[in-house]
């Protein structure tokens, strides 16, 4: 029995899932394609790199944004959307004219600088809560290693270093709280290539739990997350969506939740492992590789993919030179070379390298390189995704702007729309991106 006094929004709510704590579940019937849940960002902050080309306030795309007038690395749309970031970019503005080009804390020590000045500013529950208050976030303080522990206390350490002013401090037990809570219940804003747009909070967003089978998607306008059905869902059926890429195979997927989220999943995918065979798929050959052979292909395509990871992690590859570039794209052909002996293109692994070598291709504008990449992955794509996938939508889309760009309208035409018919059902019919991608056909 649904308890009286369970929080709840027009067709969900909050209640206790068994072996999961805390859950979303649906109270009515929703059709794919609905919208469940729209959240507005109890707190978002802006990635360095795309300073100029969205707003730091509502981080909408648009050509002649107005600088902050003393920083003058902060841009907004007009008047009203920097009057109301305010509360926000002060934290950040004088800091920036202080410390130059040594200004640097990370997005997440950003994030929770903007968290503390909410909590101060907005100690009633906000917008954002409905459901769930930041407060209430799990931490996992008990399960982090040393490791961990180390990290946070250096995101506390830059904390205090770039944010003298405008902030009261609690103390240091409770930062360490505070920072545990945002790494387990962050959110990454991404426009429609995926690209990385952000870091938010969005706290009723962040009651649903995981599922590598999930029934609803999150995706982003500006600011507000919305939660929509990619199946149909039946009343007292518990909300799932995914807190991680669903691509690779059951033990990889489990290995990420563990060390990012701290527990391990339970789902129809994960118990049966029936996608893993086609995720893992073999060279077929008249004198197959040996079981040690593949077993040792697997743990150095695990190795390469976390060194990738790292250096993501720590904006390494952003950072990088045309040279390092053309190296790394080397890394990946020698890497997709090896691997190729043992497994056939459509291995997620083989998958995983083609994305970072296409990835710089489009960096270094060659054009033909990237689609080259983009044909051979989009078809494993779309077999090793579920329905509805943002990843096999934005390849579709990435292909449809190479085939215009390299004047196939054709193939491109075709890809957008495989595009649109995607997003339409995970973004909304009426979201910003898909009239964009149509003013594009239209535009060629």
Not at 155 to 169: M, Q, T
Not at 210 to 224: A, D, E, F, R
Not at 295 to 321: P, Q, S, W
């Amino acid at each position: 029995m649904r308890s009286e006094a369970a929080p709840q929004l027009d067709g969900l709510e909050r209640f206790a899932s068994a072996g999961k704590g805390r859950g979303l579940r649906a109270r009515r019937r929703f059709a794919v394609g609905e919208l469940l849940l729209s959240c507005p960002a109890y707190a978002a902050v802006l990635t360095v790199s795309e300073r100029g080309s969205h707003c730091d306030g509502c981080f909408a795309r648009k050509e002649g944004l107005s600088k902050c007038g003393r920083c003058k690395q902060a841009f907004y749309c007009n008047v009203e959307c920097q009057k109301e970031d305010w509360p926000m970019h002060k934290l950040e503005c004088a800091s920036m004219c202080t410390f130059g080009q040594n200004w640097h804390p990370s997005e997440t020590v950003r994030l929770t600088a903007r968290i503390l000045a909410k909590q101060k500013t907005h100690p009633e529950r906000t917008q954002s809560e409905k459901l769930l208050a930041v407060r209430e976030f799990e931490s996992h303080l008990d399960k982090l290693d040393n490791e961990k522990r180390e990290l946070i206390q250096n995101d506390i350490a830059a904390l205090h270093h770039f944010y003298s002013k405008h902030l009261d401090y609690p103390d240091n037990a409770a930062l360490v709280v505070l920072f545990a809570q945002v790494n387990c219940n962050g959110f990454t804003i991404e426009d429609e290539e995926l690209s990385h747009l952000g870091s938010a909070i969005f706290p009723d967003v962040a009651l649903m739990n995981h599922s590598c089978c999930p029934n609803v998607i999150v995706t982003y306008k500006g600011t507000l997350a919305e939660v929509r059905a990619v199946r149909e869902i039946e009343p007292g059926e518990e909300i799932f969506s995914s807190y991680i890429d669903l691509l690779y195979p059951t033990e990889d997927r489990n290995d990420r939740l563990r060390d990012s989220y701290f527990f391990s999943c339970d789902c129809r995918e994960c118990t049966t492992k029936e996608k893993d065979k086609e995720k893992l798929e073999i060279c077929k050959l008249n004198d197959p590789p040996s079981a040690e052979t593949v077993k040792d292909m697997i743990k150095y395509a695990r190795n390469v993919i976390e060194e990738f990871r790292r250096a993501k992690h720590y904006k390494y590859i952003l950072c990088l030179t045309l040279t390092p570039l053309v190296e790394l794209l080397e890394i990946c052909e020698l890497s997709l070379d090896k691997m190729g002996a043992v497994f056939e293109d459509s291995n997620v692994y083989m998958l995983h390298m083609m994305y970072q070598a296409m990835g710089v291709c489009l960096y270094v504008q060659d054009w033909e390189g990237a689609l080259c990449y983009g044909q051979k992955i989009i078809r494993p794509y779309s077999k090793h995704y579920p329905s509805y996938s943002l990843n096999v939508a934005s390849m579709w889309l990435k292909l449809g702007r190479l085939y215009m760009t390299l004047k196939n309208r054709t193939a491109g035409v075709k890809a957008l729309k495989r595009a649109i018919a995607i997003m339409e059902v995970a973004h909304g019919k009426d979201h910003p991106y898909i009239s964009e991608i149509k003013k594009e056909l239209e535009h060629h």
